[in-house]
């Protein structure tokens, strides 16, 4: 078993006000998941966090009981078991991000949907999966509005997160590495992937040597140390002063 380090933070929600983390983390034996429920603006459904609790139960239930599954089945039929379970349809439900790292004895498999990526360490060097297709339509002005941000979500040309239609975990994108090449690997939902991508506090090779040395924790105190620089989401603007934040260091070297 590698060294597993897991660290959360609940941000607030769009209004400022504290609420529970819409976050989630699934551990299993042989895997490491991350799930980020997608903020839900829409009176009629639940939330993104109630949503990612849900799909969190099903994919460990189906790790657990196969641990040698493929990730997008797994993920596909998760998907269909919550929404079967809660009557969910396209278009019309909550939404999360997916990040999953699982490892056998011969390979690290990684799978992401949404803006939630795995990055692994090796003797290749750094290998990030990210799934940068929403941010290409915020750059592009594709989605200035939520009836935008509604009709491109799981569309062809669109972005695509785990929601009502298990078709989806189609489009994730996957990587393998062999076990013996891989040193450590990381996975992290964008309220801490902006510490990198967004504010430049660090590269990712800093991050995992933060996070070997003082813990996982100490990564997401820095995002928030920065971001209480810009209380008014001025330098970096966001729609949130303090989103969501999990990270999950997969340590290989130490066991």
């Given at each position: 078993m590698p060294?597993?380090?897991?660290?959360?933070?609940?941000?607030?929600?769009?209004?400022?006000a504290p609420r529970p983390t819409e976050d989630h983390v699934v551990t299993t034996g042989n895997a490491v998941v991350l799930l980020d429920g997608a903020t839900e603006f829409r009176d009629d459904l639940p939330s993104g966090g109630?949503?990612?609790?849900?799909?969190?139960?099903?994919?460990?239930?189906?790790?657990?009981?196969?641990?040698d599954a493929d990730l997008a089945g797994a993920l596909a039929a998760a998907i269909t078991d919550v929404a079967t379970a809660h009557g969910l349809r396209p278009g019309h439900s909550p939404s999360s991000t997916v990040a999953m790292l699982r490892w056998t004895g011969e390979a690290v498999d990684a799978l992401v949907l949404g803006d939630s990526p795995v990055i692994a360490f090796g003797q290749s060097?750094?290998?990030?999966?990210?799934?940068?297709?929403?941010?290409?339509?915020?750059r592009s002005g594709a989605l200035r509005t939520r009836e935008a941000v509604n009709r491109r979500r799981?569309?062809?040309?669109?972005?695509?997160v785990a929601e009502a239609d298990p078709a989806a975990a189609r489009h994730a994108l996957v990587r393998r590495w062999p076990l013996d090449s891989v040193d450590a690997v990381l996975l992290a939902t964008d309220g801490a992937a902006v510490g990198v991508d967004t504010y430049g506090?660090?590269?990712?090779a800093e991050v995992l040597d933060l996070a070997r040395r003082k813990g996982a924790a100490t990564v997401l105190d820095a995002v928030r140390e920065a971001e209480h620089t810009d209380p008014h989401a001025t330098r970096w603007p966001r729609s949130k002063r303090h989103d969501d934040q999990a990270l999950a260091l997969i340590d290989f070297r130490e066991k």
């Open positions: 060294r597993i380090d897991i660290a959360e933070r609940a941000g607030v929600g769009v209004n400022g109630w949503y990612a609790t849900r799909l969190a139960e099903r994919l460990d239930a189906r790790l657990r009981a196969r641990p060097g750094t290998d990030i999966v990210a799934d940068d297709r929403a941010l290409a339509l915020r799981n569309s062809e040309g669109g972005f695509w506090l660090f590269d990712w």
